[in-house]
């Protein structure tokens, strides 16, 4: 028994220098396979007989659409290429051809920005559905024929900050559903804009709240629920009679300038 258990010893010691050796070492295949050549190895693609699909990284890709004819063709393509991932970095829309959002359902996730800016004949934001937050920022602007911002329904967080500006024919924020915006949320120069009801669920924002130069709107309902917010300006709403939707705000106060 004594010699047997002195033979096993040496055995796996043997083995242990033997695996240390570059030289010997085996290659593992599975690593650098691409079958299909497209720079992405076998176990980061999802179909390796495909050069033209592969698995993107968590980050996504950002991503620009300007024309009607992009937005409708882009889920097919990407759920191709990106193996239905759903993950974008930065999303811009814009365009005076742009005038449905509906194709874009494959969109689940934004990690950066999402920018819907100087569109002509888009009408609501139906399509983007199935986005729940933003990473970054959300910039709604120079859309002149906006009515409606339902279809950011899910959208409940933004890590950055919410713009919304210069949307001449927008009623309302109806169709939001936040609870926080992590910096700033500008909402200014929306001429036809009459009511905040749509930010009934937002209760923080981290920096600059600013309401201005809206010049249909009579009072802030819709705030009640705020109840953090890093500074706050309402500014040149001449309509703007009573401040009652910031009663859960420490100490709120109008500043004309």
Known sequence: MRHSLAFTISLFAVTACHTTNPDDAPTDTATVTDADQDGYP????????????????PTG????LTTQTAIDDFCPGWEEVACGTGA???????GEQ???????????????TLSITQTADLTSLTGLDGISSIGGNLELSLNTGLVSLQGLNHLTTVGGGVDI????????????ALTSVGQYLYITENPE??????????TAVGADLCVGYNAKLTNLDGLESLTTVGS???QWSE????????TRIPHPKKQDA
């Open 42 to 57: 076998t176990g980061e693609d999802c179909d390796d007989s495909n050069p033209g699909a592969y698995l993107w990284g």
């Open 61 to 64: 890709q950002s991503v620009t």
């Open 88 to 94: 974008v970095t930065d999303l811009a829309i814009t």
């Open 98 to 112: 742009v005038n449905d959002l509906s194709p874009l359902t494959c969109i689940t996730s934004i990690d950066g």
């Open 165 to 176: 500006y210069l949307n001449s024919v927008l009623p309302n924020v109806d169709g939001l």
């Open 193 to 202: 804009l009459k009511h905040l009801h749509g930010l009934s669920t937002l």
């Open 232 to 234: 706050l300006l309402v």
């Open 239 to 246: 309509r703007l009679t009573e401040l009652d939707g910031l």
